[in-house]
C-alpha cells in the first residue's frame, strides 16, 4: 500500500495561488506613524494568511521594509507570491492597512503535509497585582488568555487548541521541578493535547510624559508577559520569550475598566496587548510547523487500534504513523532531556473521525506487546 502512496504523492501538486484581502490596525505611538504602519500591514497580512487557511508562520515570508508604493517585496519562499496594498487611512491615533496577497497554500511548509498541533492552553497568572489596580485590570490574565485562545483556533493551519483550562496551573515554567512535569504530562494526556501553553504577565507599570508649554501630559502604560510552551509528553519547555511593549493609555488615572469591554480592546493599549498575542503565536507556530505530531493509543481491538488523532488535525486515510517508545533522562548537570526511539511498527489510517482515527498495521500483524497509551508519531513520506 505504501509505494501506491509514495506515488501519489509525487504526483504534480494540483494546488493553485489566489488572492486573499485583509486588514490589520494598529496605534500610533509617541508619533511614529512609520511604525504603526509597519505594524499594521503585519496585521493585515496575517488576516489574509488565515482567511487563505495557511500556516500563520509564512507572515515571516514578507519583508515589510520593502514597500514602494502599494506594491510589496516579497521574500522568495514561494507562499505569498504578489503582495499589495489597497487601502490606508489614519484615525484616532491609529493607523488601518487593507492588503491583496496572492497566497499559495499546498500545505508545503516543510518537507511534508501541514498538519494541526494539539494544544491546551492555561490562563496566565499575575505577577504583580498591585500594578493592576489602576484602571481594574485584576481580571486582565483571563482576558488576555481567552483572547490567546481564540486568536489560536483562527490559525487552523497551525494549532487545534483543545480547552481553555478555568484556572492557571500551580507550576512555575520557567523552573519546573519533576513533580511539575509530571503533572503536565497528566494533564496533556487528559486532555489528548500534546502541548500545553502557558505564561505570566510580568508588567503593568503605568508612568507618565510631561506636556510642554503647548501639550498636556500624557499617561504611558507598559505592557509585558511571558509565554511558555510546553511539551505535554515530555513535560519539558520547548519555548519560552518575553513580549513587551509601552503605548498610551487614553483613560483617566482613576478609570476602571471592564477589561471584556471594547473600551479597552479598541484603544492604543488594548491593540498593543493583541499584537504581542499574534506575535506569540506566530513565533509558537514557527517552532512546531516542522515538528511531527504525535499523539496517543487510546484502544486496541482485535487487529487494529485507535488514536486520539482525527481530522480536525488534518489526518486523512493512507496516513501512516509509527510506535515510537519516549525515553527521558538527567545528565550529570541537572538538566533534563527527552529522546523517541522510533519502532518498526507501522500503521496506516483506515477510518477518520473528527478527533481520532483507527490504524491497521501495514504490514498485516498486530505486534503483541502494544497498548493503550503508547506513543504513535506520524511518519513523514518525504524522509
Known sequence: MRPLLLAALLLPHLAQAAWYTGTGTAPVINSNKELARQQATRAAIRDAVLKAGASVSIVNDVDNGSLTGNAF??????????????????????????????IWNDGAVCDGRLTSKSVVVAPLTLSHPEQAIWGGLEDLPQAVSARLFEEMTKAQADFLPKSLLSAPLAVNPARLEPHDRQELQ??????????????????????????????????????????????????????????????LWPFAVNAQLDVQSDQL???????????????????????????????????????????????????????????????????????????????????????????????????????????????????????
Not at 214 to 231: A, E, K, N
Open 73 to 102: 517585496q516579497v521574500r522568495a519562499k514561494g507562499h505569498i507570491t504578489q503582495l499589495q496594498r489597497l487601502e490606508e487611512y489614519s484615525r484616532d491615533d491609529k493607523v488601518s492597512v487593507t492588503v491583496r496577497a496572492d
Open 186 to 247: 497528566s494533564l496533556a494526556e487528559q486532555k489528548q493535547a500534546q502541548y500545553l501553553v502557558l505564561g505570566s504577565i510580568n508588567n503593568l507599570t503605568l508612568g507618565k510624559i510631561e506636556g510642554g508649554l503647548l501639550s498636556s501630559d500624557q499617561l504611558i502604560r507598559q505592557y509585558g508577559m511571558t509565554l511558555y510552551l510546553i511539551d505535554g509528553i515530555s513535560g519539558l519547555p520547548i519555548l519560552s520569550k518575553r513580549y513587551e511593549s509601552r503605548t
Open 265 to 383: 480592546w479598541q484603544s492604543a493599549y488594548g491593540l498593543e496587548i493583541s499584537r504581542l498575542v499574534r506575535a506569540g503565536i506566530e513565533d509558537m507556530s514557527e517552532a512546531l510547523k516542522c515538528v511531527h505530531p504525535k499523539t496517543r493509543v487510546i484502544r486496541v481491538e482485535g487487529g487494529s487500534l485507535d488514536v486520539a488523532m482525527g481530522g480536525r488535525q488534518g489526518v486523512r486515510i493512507g496516513d501512516v504513523f509509527r510506535l515510537s517508545h519516549q525515553y527521558n533522562f538527567t545528565d550529570d548537570g541537572g538538566i533534563d532531556y527527552s529522546s523517541l526511539n522510533d519502532e518498526n511498527s507501522e500503521f496506516e489510517v483506515v477510518k477518520v473521525y473528527p478527533d481520532h482515527s483507527q490504524l491497521s498495521p501495514l504490514n498485516g500483524d498486530m505486534p503483541m506487546n502494544i497498548q493503550i497509551r503508547d506513543l504513535v508519531q506520524l511518519d513523514s513520506f518525504w524522509e
